[in-house]
């Protein structure tokens, strides 16, 4: 009686959790009229497949090729700069490095809305804003740092430490160590946590917003504000524009949930 119990809230939390989602979709294939009537629908009466005329009419293919540009760019400098960090807060264990990755974890409480006039002044000073993509690769990525290095970090924890003591006393090298044993038997943590800093990065809007001042380098969050006008808002076609941006995101976390949930956890019990 208790496992249905709780199967039930369980459910119960799932349903309102996507509740949001649901009616997004069911806002898309609504007509204009359809979705300010009262009572609400739960099932579009006239069903709008207007899909095709969002993506050319608002060009999303130009704003989608943005973000997949600074998300691509953001993930491959995370994995670059954050990899080794992890290794060595996995492995070093004194006080400093305790200390640092407290220091790392309050980088993460920061949010984007409170550092982007200090990174917009730096970034104009030091010339950077005349390629606003770098601008906005190189802030996102100080900004998803932090979470990579905790995240990779307990995956590094995960692996024993008897393998790489093993190759050292064979003649290999730290660096060889981590390269041939720690980073293969690391990739998949390495691999769960590049695709997390890729969704989201995928989705960043605050410093694209406020580093690019081109249209046509704008990313897709940016590009809902194009259905924005000062007397009334196209709902449909917001709602049209976020099912499509959304839907290639959901695909690739349904795909992958089960390596995210592992990846999330992995160390928890060490």
């Given at each position: 009686m208790k496992r249905y119990v709780l199967f039930l809230i369980g459910l119960t939390i799932t349903a309102v959790y996507l509740f949001p989602l649901y009616w997004m979709y069911l806002t898309a294939f609504k007509g204009s009229s359809e979705i300010f009537q009262y009572p609400p629908s739960f099932w579009p009466s006239d069903p709008q497949w207007n899909f095709l005329q969002v993506w050319k009419e608002r060009d999303m293919g130009r704003y989608i090729w943005n973000?997949?540009?600074?998300?691509?760019?953001?993930?491959?400098?995370v994995?670059?700069?954050?990899?080794g960090c992890a290794y060595v807060l996995a492995r070093v264990r004194n006080i400093w490095m305790d200390m640092a990755l407290?220091?790392?974890?309050?980088m993460q409480v920061l949010p984007s809305s409170l550092m982007v006039t200090p990174i917009f002044v730096a970034f104009n000073q030091l010339g950077l804003l005349a390629s606003p993509r770098l601008a906005v690769i190189l802030a996102q990525t100080a900004k998803v740092l932090p979470l990579y290095i905790v995240l990779c970090r307990a995956t590094f924890v995960q692996v024993p430490r008897e393998l790489e003591d093993a190759a050292l006393v064979d003649g290999s090298s730290r660096v060889g160590a981590f390269f041939n044993i720690m980073l293969p038997l690391a990739r998949n943590g390495i691999l769960v946590t590049?695709?997390?800093?890729?969704?989201q990065s995928f989705g960043e809007?605050?410093?694209?917003?406020?580093?690019?001042a081109k249209n046509e380098l704008q990313t897709a969050t940016v590009g809902l504000q194009?259905?924005?006008g000062p007397n009334a808002n196209d709902w449909n076609g917001i709602m049209t524009y976020?099912?499509?941006y959304v839907t290639p995101i959901l695909i690739?976390?349904?795909?992958?949930?089960?390596?995210?949930?592992?990846?999330?956890?992995a160390g928890a019990l060490k």
């Amino acid at each position: 009686m208790k496992r249905y119990v709780l199967f039930l809230i369980g459910l119960t939390i799932t349903a309102v959790y996507l509740f949001p989602l649901y009616w997004m979709y069911l806002t898309a294939f609504k007509g204009s009229s359809e979705i300010f009537q009262y009572p609400p629908s739960f099932w579009p009466s006239d069903p709008q497949w207007n899909f095709l005329q969002v993506w050319k009419e608002r060009d999303m293919g130009r704003y989608i090729w943005n973000s997949l540009l600074i998300a691509v760019g953001v993930t491959v400098l995370v994995t670059l700069l954050g990899t080794g960090c992890a290794y060595v807060l996995a492995r070093v264990r004194n006080i400093w490095m305790d200390m640092a990755l407290f220091a790392i974890l309050m980088m993460q409480v920061l949010p984007s809305s409170l550092m982007v006039t200090p990174i917009f002044v730096a970034f104009n000073q030091l010339g950077l804003l005349a390629s606003p993509r770098l601008a906005v690769i190189l802030a996102q990525t100080a900004k998803v740092l932090p979470l990579y290095i905790v995240l990779c970090r307990a995956t590094f924890v995960q692996v024993p430490r008897e393998l790489e003591d093993a190759a050292l006393v064979d003649g290999s090298s730290r660096v060889g160590a981590f390269f041939n044993i720690m980073l293969p038997l690391a990739r998949n943590g390495i691999l769960v946590t590049s695709v997390l800093i890729f969704l989201q990065s995928f989705g960043e809007y605050v410093y694209a917003r406020s580093l690019i001042a081109k249209n046509e380098l704008q990313t897709a969050t940016v590009g809902l504000q194009t259905f924005m006008g000062p007397n009334a808002n196209d709902w449909n076609g917001i709602m049209t524009y976020a099912a499509i941006y959304v839907t290639p995101i959901l695909i690739v976390f349904m795909l992958l949930q089960r390596r995210i949930v592992s990846g999330l956890t992995a160390g928890a019990l060490k």
